[in-house]
């Protein structure tokens, strides 16, 4: 088998993001249920509208570093002018620290990160992290996450993970696109761009997955398109699809 160029995103695929923020927002609409409590607004309601401003914000300017807290600030906003309760600088300033603090979680891993990272690196293959987000950010998470060792020098952090980032990175990189993979949990972000720009592509579907991610593949595989729920089984699916077994 030649060897393969493989491009692996970080939230969600080698280590948990999602489970924090939700965490987060459950701290969020706690606090603004006891805020609003006279006005009777749903928790349900308070976390349907912040999702809708934090999904518009990730649609206009990418993985800013603020727009998760500036989500909390804007559903403050909209719920203040909702019910005319008078808006206070020191809560806004809570919501902004709360949103931020989601960022300095610890590190996750999921199953099987390393053992699969060792044996792909071990098999000769190419390892590359393909991540959206703020750089400071992601690489605080690549550092303590140890990953280091498997992509230094080939670490590539996008605001927006496009169809044309991917496509100019695979021009930059010189990447063969008959023996390049992506993997990863985002439909948006992993799996449409590589279909669209013919490389392979593994699904690795969240534990915990956020509706940004969620939408409908409309592209046709030009080589794999498989889906897996487990790291550790990455490296034998890439052995069988070369060697016209089964996945």
Known sequence: MIKQTILFDLDDTLIHCNKYFDIVVDQFA?????????????????????????LDRVLQSGFAPDHFPESFV???????????????????????ELGRGVYGHSIEPYPFMLETLNELQADGHVLHLYTGGDPIIQMRKVTEAGLLPFFAGRIHVARHKTVDFLEAL?????????????????????????????????????????????????AEPQGAYLTLTTLKDIPDAIRRYFSGATV
């Open 74 to 96: 804007e559903t403050y906003d909209y719920f203040s002018d909702l019910t005319g309760r008078i808006k206070d600088t020191d809560e806004i300033e809570r919501l902004m």
């Open 170 to 218: 695979i021009m930059e990189q010189a990447l063969d696109r008959k023996s390049t993979w992506m993997i990863g949990n985002s439909l948006r972000t992993d799996v449409t761009p590589a279909l669209k720009t013919g490389i392979h592509s593994i699904f690795m579907p969240a534990i915990q997955e956020w509706s940004f991610n969620n939408v409908e593949v409309d």
């Open 30 to 54: 706690d606090q603004m249920e006891m805020w609003f409590h006279t006005y009777h607004i749903p928790v349900e309601e308070i976390k349907k509208k912040q999702s809708q401003i934090d």
